[in-house]
């Protein structure tokens, strides 16, 4: 996954002398090394460092995207989104609409989110449904390589504020990832990663994973949908495969209050209501920060266990 989003953002680099990336630590590869090797080869106007001011680095961004330029900023942790939620949802979500479409904020940012490194409770969260909420920003999640790949180049070349959500924990996933700069994701556009006939599954991230290994272990034809983006959604896929199963699990690991899983079953029991077979389940994390302590983390972040359970309850 790692690779896929570095070769994502050299692409564009390459193809655009708009692009360029900020963040902190982004001069040595970020956080977690995703671009490494970036500034050596397109140096400090391409590739640069910023204070540690997450307000000042989204600010500048939507300053930047606004007067024609094509941001990628990074924000190691996602968590902190806080710190300068007032630059997304104020400035770079409604500058589009506040000016009559005259102005655009072509601005890309990358936010690693996620639990399972034993980082504690302002490191570990999963913060993406906060900004799947904002109008005028777009929001993307995805579980695969070739979904990384295909989805930084969309988002990189997307005239609208598109915040990137990686998962940590799944940098090293591994995937074929089609090659040419005509590959793309289309935002909005789902993936079904595994066909089936008895139960829907729809998982985003690292939760795709673990929904394609809870499948094994059902008697059961499971099909697992990755949704890639989170807004906009595809609902019409999410929709058809439920016609098709009659039966619904979301798996997320953001919390489970007023979070995607209930958007989610609510955008597909609108659309396939008399399809339904079974109570939907939902997968996804306690209303409670994330622990520090490792055994107190595996508790409350779910797992293959976990969508299996789910899948088991709804046949």
Not at 202 to 231: F, K, N
Request: aromatic letters at 6%; one cysteine or more; proline letters at 6%.
């Amino acid at each position: 996954m790692r690779e896929a989003i570095r070769a994502a953002l050299r692409e564009e680099l390459l193809a655009d002398d708009d692009v360029f990336i900020m963040g902190q630590d982004e001069e040595d590869g970020g956080s977690f090394e995703v671009t490494a090797g970036l500034h050596d080869e397109f140096g400090f106007d391409r590739v640069r460092n910023t204070p540690i001011s997450e307000a000042a680095q989204i600010g500048s961004g939507v300053g930047a995207a606004a007067t024609g330029l094509r941001p990628v900023v990074n924000l190691s942790f996602a968590d902190f989104i806080g710190v300068c939620f007032d630059q997304v949802m104020n400035q770079a979500g409604k500058t589009r609409y506040m000016f009559g479409g005259a102005s655009e904020v072509p601005l890309t940012i990358r936010a690693i989110e996620g639990a399972g490194l034993n980082a504690a409770a302002q490191h570990s969260g999963t913060v993406h449904t906060l900004v799947a909420h904002l109008p005028g920003v777009k929001a993307v999640a995805p579980g695969t390589p070739a979904a990384a790949m295909g989805l930084m180049k969309s988002a990189v070349r997307s005239n609208d504020p598109v915040v990137f959500f990686e998962n940590k924990t799944i940098y090293e996933r591994h995937g074929d990832v089609p090659t040419g700069d005509d590959f793309t994701v289309p935002l909005g556009e789902a993936s079904i990663e595994q066909a089936g006939e008895d139960v829907t599954v729809v998982a985003t991230q690292r939760l795709l994973g673990e929904s394609i290994a809870a499948a094994r272990d059902v008697d059961a034809s499971v099909e697992v949908i990755d949704p890639r983006s989170l807004y906009p959604l595809d609902t019409d896929t999410l929709a058809d495969s439920l016609r098709k199963t009659g039966r619904l699990v979301v798996a997320d690991e953001s919390p489970l209050s007023y979070g995607l899983h209930a958007e989610i079953v609510t955008r597909v029991v609108e659309n396939a209501f008399w399809s339904i077979d079974a109570p939907v389940q939902r997968v996804g994390v306690p209303d409670t920060p994330i622990p520090f302590a490792p055994s107190q983390e595996d508790e409350v972040v779910p797992d293959a266990d976990d969508v299996r359970r789910a899948i088991q309850r709804t046949v």
